[in-house]
């Protein structure tokens, strides 16, 4: 198991002046750094009683809030129970100890292969490209990963490409994070130049939430930079409601396949986000009409902080089975559970 880092070793965990962005930066960097990070203002931009929002300090400290003005933009003013603005604050429920959840849910740690390599799943490896994310959401499986230890852009990726060339087996490689798309295009044409030099890869995948989150990412030099990948990539953005999407967001992914990148959607079910047939319903419908293929539902990973999202099992067999009554066979994503030391993910 990987231990939680101290608190000076997550993420933003301590305060400290925002970054300058250099004259000239790319318009992402700049609405990145304007991102809302206190809690309280996230509230009143939406017109909401910060003493009604069992808002913790002690969460917020712990594991910052970060969200993009365009994502708050897209939440209802008024609403304490809008499903996007659940994601993100951190509330009371989080310093709450309940059985069964822990600091690495997922098995990270025994699987390391290298810095910043997990590999758990034959013939697939995982680079964790970054730690940063342009929105920290509050379910999030790695809020306890020890990014300042565990990313593979240490000693320039040399370890963790030279890992991966090892093992013939290695066939895709996935990017995620944090999110890799936080780094700056020309870092990762830096990455994908080395992974160009395993002659075994057949597949690049990426997982990301910022074009859904922060679309203004999706720029000309980052479309330039997968136009010219030498693999076939499959694109996995991270959606959970239907009201995430807007007409920036569908331009971004739009503009995504253009680069004959194939979209997929994955999502986490989520207490008072999305646990009703009608919200999943909508969810798929409105990925679909944006180009986007429903692919994973994923049970909450029991990470610690979370346990207020959970839905339980028999409840989400049940939501699932309603929807694949609902809806065509292509719109209804896998419902699956992660389980350290399963070959792949598991059905439920």
Same mark, same amino acid.
């Given at each position: 198991?990987?231990?939680?880092?101290?608190? #000076?070793?997550? #993420?933003? !965990?301590?305060?400290?002046?925002?970054? %300058?962005?250099? %004259?000239?930066?790319?318009?992402?960097?700049?609405?990145?750094?304007?991102?809302?990070?206190?809690?309280?203002?996230?509230?009143?931009?939406?017109?909401?009683?910060?003493?009604?929002?069992?808002?913790?300090?002690?969460?917020?400290?712990?594991?910052?809030?970060?969200?993009?003005?365009?994502?708050?933009?897209?939440?209802?003013?008024?609403?304490?129970?809008?499903?996007?603005?659940? =994601?993100?604050?951190?509330?009371?429920?989080?310093?709450?100890?309940?059985?069964?959840?822990?600091?690495? @849910?997922?098995?990270?740690?025994? $699987?390391?292969? $290298?810095?910043?390599?997990?590999?758990?799943?034959?013939?697939? @490896?995982l680079l964790v490209a970054t730690g940063s994310?342009?929105?920290?959401?509050?379910?999030?499986?790695?809020?306890?990963?020890?990014?300042?230890?565990? !990313?593979? @852009?240490?000693?320039?990726?040399?370890?963790?490409?030279?890992?991966?060339?090892?093992?013939?087996?290695?066939?895709?490689?996935?990017?995620?994070?944090?999110?890799?798309?936080?780094?700056?295009?020309?870092?990762?044409?830096?990455?994908? /130049?080395?992974?160009?030099?395993? #002659?075994?890869?057949?597949?690049?995948?990426?997982?990301?939430?910022?074009?859904?989150? +922060?679309?203004?990412?999706?720029?000309?030099? +980052?479309? =330039?930079?997968?136009?010219? *990948?030498?693999?076939?990539? $499959?694109?996995?953005?991270?959606?959970?409601?239907?009201?995430?999407?807007? %007409?920036?967001?569908?331009a971004a992914l739009a503009a995504l396949r253009?680069?004959?990148?194939? *979209? +997929?959607?994955?999502?986490?079910?989520?207490?008072?986000?999305?646990?009703?047939?009608?919200?999943? /319903?909508?969810?798929?419908?409105?990925?679909?009409a944006a180009g986007v293929l429903p692919y994973?539902?994923?049970?909450?990973?029991?990470?610690?902080?979370? /346990?207020?999202?959970?839905?339980?099992?028999?409840?989400?067999?049940?939501?699932?089975? %309603? *929807?694949? $009554?609902? *809806?065509?066979?292509?719109?209804?994503?896998?419902?699956?559970?992660?389980? =350290?030391?399963? !070959?792949?993910?598991? #059905?439920?």
């Open positions: 198991m990987i231990p939680a880092a101290p608190l #000076p070793m997550q #993420p933003d !965990t301590v305060p400290a002046p925002v970054p %300058a962005v250099a %004259a000239g930066a790319p318009r992402w960097q700049r609405l990145w750094r304007e991102a809302v990070r206190d809690p309280r203002e996230l509230l009143a931009l939406l017109g909401l009683d910060a003493a009604a929002a069992g808002i913790s300090d002690a969460a917020a400290a712990q594991f910052p809030l970060r969200v993009p003005r365009g994502f708050v933009a897209r939440m209802r003013a008024g609403h304490l129970d809008d499903p996007l603005l659940r =994601q993100v604050l951190p509330v009371d429920a989080e310093e709450r100890i309940v059985s069964g959840f822990g600091l690495d @849910a997922v098995g990270d740690g025994a $699987a390391k292969k $290298a810095d910043g390599v997990i590999q758990k799943y034959r013939g697939r @490896a994310c342009a929105v920290h959401c509050r379910y999030c499986f790695r809020r306890h990963f020890p990014y300042a230890e565990e !990313t593979a @852009a240490r000693d320039g990726w040399r370890e963790a490409v030279a890992a991966i060339a090892a093992d013939p087996d290695i066939d895709e490689v996935i990017l995620s994070g944090g999110d890799p798309l936080s780094l700056a295009t020309p870092k990762l044409a830096e990455l994908t /130049a080395l992974l160009a030099d395993v #002659p075994q890869l057949k597949r690049l995948r990426i997982h990301s939430r910022l074009p859904v989150v +922060l679309p203004e990412r999706v720029d000309a030099g +980052l479309l =330039q930079w997968l136009s010219a *990948l030498p693999w076939p990539v $499959a694109f996995v953005i991270h959606a959970n409601h239907a009201n995430e999407f807007d %007409a920036s967001v569908d253009g680069t004959g990148a194939q *979209l +997929l959607n994955q999502a986490v079910l989520l207490r008072g986000v999305n646990d009703s047939v009608d919200a999943l /319903a909508a969810l798929s419908e409105r990925s679909f994973y539902l994923h049970q909450l990973d029991r990470v610690e902080g979370v /346990a207020h999202f959970e839905v339980p099992d028999d409840e989400a067999r049940a939501l699932h089975a %309603a *929807l694949a $009554a609902r *809806l065509s066979g292509y719109l209804v994503p896998k419902l699956v559970r992660e389980v =350290q030391g399963d !070959t792949g993910k598991r #059905p439920l």
